[in-house]
């Protein structure tokens, strides 16, 4: 069994900056690849982050990509995404999650945290 915690959603001002916390437990040693996602009502749920837990290889969506940094303490089992020069269209509930297979934002993500609200105002 599989469960993973997130922490660090909030508000924040347009152009600040917040760090997402997720701790795992439980079945996450064989785990290929930890990643965030992100949601906004009326829309799907898309990927921000993942990072390959055995050597730290990364990929970013686009909008994430030179604002957002993902990286994972494996000592204690914990996976951060760093966020700055954040946007009101940032805002959504991030999820943290864990998957099997390749790593990318197209892995098998099976396991899911439930999620931390950002709200990014302008």
């Known amino acids: 069994h599989v469960q993973l915690v997130e922490s660090g959603g909030g508000s924040v001002q347009a152009g600040g900056s917040a760090r997402l916390t997720c701790v795992f437990s439980?079945?996450?040693?064989?785990?290929?690849?930890m990643g965030w996602f992100r949601q906004v009502p009326g829309k799907e749920r898309e990927g921000v982050a993942a990072?390959?837990?055995?050597?730290?290889?990364?990929h970013y969506r686009a909008f994430a990509r030179g604002r957002f940094t993902i990286s994972k303490d494996n000592a204690k089992d914990t996976l951060y995404l760093e966020m700055r020069s954040l946007k009101p269209e940032d805002s959504g509930v991030y999820f943290c999650?864990?998957?099997?297979?390749?790593?990318?934002?197209?892995?098998?993500?099976?396991?899911w945290g439930q999620g931390t609200q950002v709200t990014v105002s302008s």
């Open positions: 439980g079945n996450t040693y064989s785990a290929k690849c």
């Open positions: 990072i390959y837990p055995g050597g730290g290889t990364t």
């Open positions: 999650a864990a998957g099997w297979g390749h790593c990318d934002l197209q892995a098998d993500f099976r396991a």
